[in-house]
């Protein structure tokens, strides 16, 4: 069982950064890939980025390439994303997963956080 904890989401002007942290309990976070997704108002949640296991695999989302960075610290137990350059279609409530890399593709994963809002002023 992981639980998942999301930090660090508010209001931001565009073009400004911002960065959001997920703990994790458990002894086998090191064992997941870990990822984030987000869901804009009005729309589905969608894949933003995914790590794997040791840190050393990531891939990103087209929209989001060059712009955000996910992180993780298994010493912690906490991955991360930066987000620079954020645009108002930036906006959305931010989920962290846990779970394959294979599922989070797909847009399913093991285990969900509770989401953080983050909102991008134009």
């Known amino acids: 069982q992981v639980q998942l904890v999301e930090s660090g989401g508010g209001l931001v002007q565009h073009g400004g950064s911002l960065r959001l942290s997920c703990a994790a309990s458990?002894?086998?976070?090191?064992?997941?890939?870990m990822g984030w997704f987000r869901q804009p108002p009005g729309k589905e949640r969608v894949f933003v980025a995914v790590i794997n296991w040791s840190g050393g695999r990531a891939d990103y989302a087209d929209s989001v390439k060059g712009r955000f960075t996910i992180s993780r610290d298994n010493a912690k137990n906490t991955v991360y994303l930066s987000m620079n350059s954020l645009k108002p279609e930036d906006t959305a409530v931010y989920y962290c997963a846990a779970g394959t890399i294979a599922n989070m593709y797909g847009g399913q994963s093991d285990y969900w956080g509770q989401g953080t809002q983050v909102t991008v002023s134009s």
């Open positions: 458990g002894r086998t976070f090191g064992s997941y890939a």
